[in-house]
């Protein structure tokens, strides 16, 4: 393809709106363009996943981007060099330039393989990746699809702990409501004490190495002139590469239960709902190195190694299946989840030619990985 078939595959990725939990068109669009492009064994798994396959043979390098997108629509535009909507960034434009990076590499018949994956609901639940675990697919190495910038290398993540806490009250006339505790009140002092922890626990190496807990939603349960009888928070903590997510609720737990124990007349359940554990990533692989060298090549360097502060599917996979990992991928992730997003076609390009070199090294007669 020419890069306007480049940029419009992108394009009409874009203008298919794919929330988590609706990827189905998107997902439909992506396997018959798999199998346009000259793709092998394209299928679909019980999640929704699409996957399609080039080359035979070992090594095996799996490509994995996420086709689904948080909601919010943002119209698709192109205004000079600068592509809108989305997903522009997070991140359709990675999983688009992967599948057209496999597409135009010429394999050697029985040198190695590229398997190429559209996983669905990375920003909701992370059904996809799992259920890609279970397909247990060999191998020898993978490269997911999240912004990084195209001189840059994520290698680390953060992990994260959702979780709903419910406090329960007797509840009551409005009127008296003096004489009876009120649970959203009494949330917002656990909360309080919860946020206290945390940061006692700071780093001072910054926000990758701190336990940062956000209040996403908090609900209440009541009936017109009567006190509520219960209020739910609901949670999302990043966790260090130093606590694990079953440490990290441990934690948590220690502050439910002093609260608990200083308090008369309140209940509290806690639920973990999602639990995804850090993960730093090797930088001392081939992959990593491959990697490295196609992104010098490509745009001159220098290259940078990061550490974001969100989670990815690189986390689970990395976790489950001790291969080389890394992510990479064009964009400014500044601008994900936003109403602002785009990306620069000119960076969306260049990716294309990073991931080809990349998977050029890492498929070449002399490659050890």
Known sequence: MDPKAYIEFLKRMLEIYSPSGREDELASFLMNKLESFGFERVRTDRAGNIYGEVGNGSPTVLLCGHMDTVPGRIPVKIEGDRLWGRGAVDAKSSLAAMISAATSLELEKGKGSIIAAGVVEEERTSRGIRQLLRERFNVNCAIFGEPSGVKNITFAYRGKLGFKITLRTPSGHVGAQHLIVNPIEEAFKLWSNLKASCKSRTSPHGVFYSMTPCLVDIRSRRVSGVTPEACTLEVDMRLP?????????????????????????????????????????????????????????????PVRFLRKTGTGDMNIFGVKTGVPVATYGPGDSRLSHTSKEYIELAEYLTSIEVYRRTLGKLLSSDSKI
Do not use: N, W
């Not at 359940?269 to 692989?285: I, N």
């Open 241 to 301: 590469p130093t606590i694990k997510s079953r440490e990290g609720l441990r934690l948590v737990e220690e502050v439910v239960d002093k609260y608990q124990d200083e308090t008369q007349g309140v209940s509290v359940t806690l639920r973990a709902m999602d639990r995804v554990d850090p993960f730093v990533a090797s930088r001392e692989t081939v992959l990593m190195g491959a990697l490295k060298e196609a992104v010098l090549e490509v745009t001159g360097g």
